[in-house]
């Protein structure tokens, strides 16, 4: 992917100052560029990944699927989440419950109350905590050996570094959004699966 001017790559690969301001700047234009895409092309680009996620899915492997709830252009995947719980499925909706912890993943029906957590984010009136078997991370950008972008703040690799065992991590994401590395850290953990509307990738 071509970054505009002024966000060069860090120099150094170990040089973590340098790489949190290279991905601030490229989070940035990430987001830029997929909130700038019209409504009705995102729906459409939404459903064929979501489309692609059912095709690449084991199900008969996952009881319990916790997905996030879209926010800032991310492709909405509340259709699989609802499918799921029709299925006789569990769901769950990751939420925030301390600075720096790890997430908590509450039970999640379609209809239920909802209240607003961190960052605005609706999250379940009630906790009633989950134990995912496969977590739908949405990214901001990725890079072909499965590392995400994500907004910055560490909460989805401290909680899957966390988990035992850990869940399967789906990525989800604009196929624009692939770069060539995102300089991964020894805490950046690599999802098994990434999915975009054009695709579906197996970290190499």
């Given at each position: ?59 008969r492997s996952i009881e319990v699927l916790a997905f996030c709830w879209p926010i ?133």
């Amino acid at each position: 992917m071509t970054m505009p001017p002024g966000i060069h790559p860090p120099a150094a690969s170990d040089d973590w100052n340098a790489i949190r301001s290279w991905r601030k700047g490229v989070r940035e234009e990430l987001i830029r560029r997929r909130t700038e895409i019209a409504p009705r092309v995102r729906r459409r680009m939404a459903e064929e990944a979501c489309a692609r996620i059912v095709e690449a899915v084991d199900w008969r492997s996952i009881e319990v699927l916790a997905f996030c709830w879209p926010i800032k252009g991310e492709f909405d995947v509340r259709s699989i989440a609802e499918r799921h719980a029709a299925r006789g499925g569990e769901v769950a909706l990751p939420v925030a419950v301390a600075p720096s912890a790890p997430l908590e993943f509450w039970r999640w029906r379609p209809g239920m109350p909802m209240r607003t957590g961190v960052w605005n984010i609706p999250i379940p009136a009630e906790r009633h905590v989950l134990i995912p078997d496969a977590v739908i991370a949405p990214l901001v950008g990725f890079d072909a050996r499965g590392y995400r972008l994500g907004y910055g703040g560490g909460y989805f690799d401290r909680t899957l570094a966390a988990a035992s065992p850990q869940p399967q991590a789906i990525g989800l994401g604009y196929s624009n959004a692939e770069l060539e590395t995102i300089y991964p850290q020894p805490h950046d953990i690599p999802m098994n699966l990434i999915v975009t509307e054009q695709g579906v990738l197996i970290p190499k």
